[in-house]
């Protein structure tokens, strides 16, 4: 707000009309949100999208699954957060153990009810 020289009940009666126009939203901890685009982001849990990922790519098991890297730009998160969704994949016993300069290969495939089918 100091940035821009506007008093913080101006910023918030522009977010009030942005809301109500559909192009921002609130977010938990009292801040807002600007929804960018059309406004059809996914806004579900990165697990979900990265768990999705097996779908959507037709993954086999035994196949590579995407890099952290590539999943990071591919979501718009952060790479250590990437991460460590892929962590817990590893851990549902649904990805092989990755690493530096280890290709990460589907262990087994997540159904709709959240268990594997191998």
């Known amino acids: 707000m100091s940035a821009h020289g506007v008093s913080r009940g101006v910023a918030l009666r522009v ?5 109500k126009e559909g192009l921002a939203e609130p977010v938990p901890g009292a ?19 990265i768990t999705d990922v097996f779908a959507e790519d037709s993954l086999k098991v035994g196949e590579a699954f995407p890099s952290a ?10 790479r250590p957060t990437v991460s460590k969704v892929l962590d817990k994949l590893e851990a549902a016993g649904w990805l092989s153990e990755g690493g530096q300069g280890k290709v990460r290969t589907v262990r087994a495939l997540p159904s709709r009810e959240g268990r594997s089918q191998t």
């Not at 685009?37 to 579900?44: S, Y």
């Not at 890297?69 to 952060?78: E, H, K, Y």
């Open 15 to 19: 977010f009030d009309v942005l809301q």
């Open 31 to 49: 801040r807002w949100r600007v929804i960018r685009g059309d406004g059809r982001t996914d806004r579900r849990p990165l697990a979900d999208r």
């Open 69 to 78: 890297s590539a999943l990071s730009v591919r979501f718009g998160a952060a």
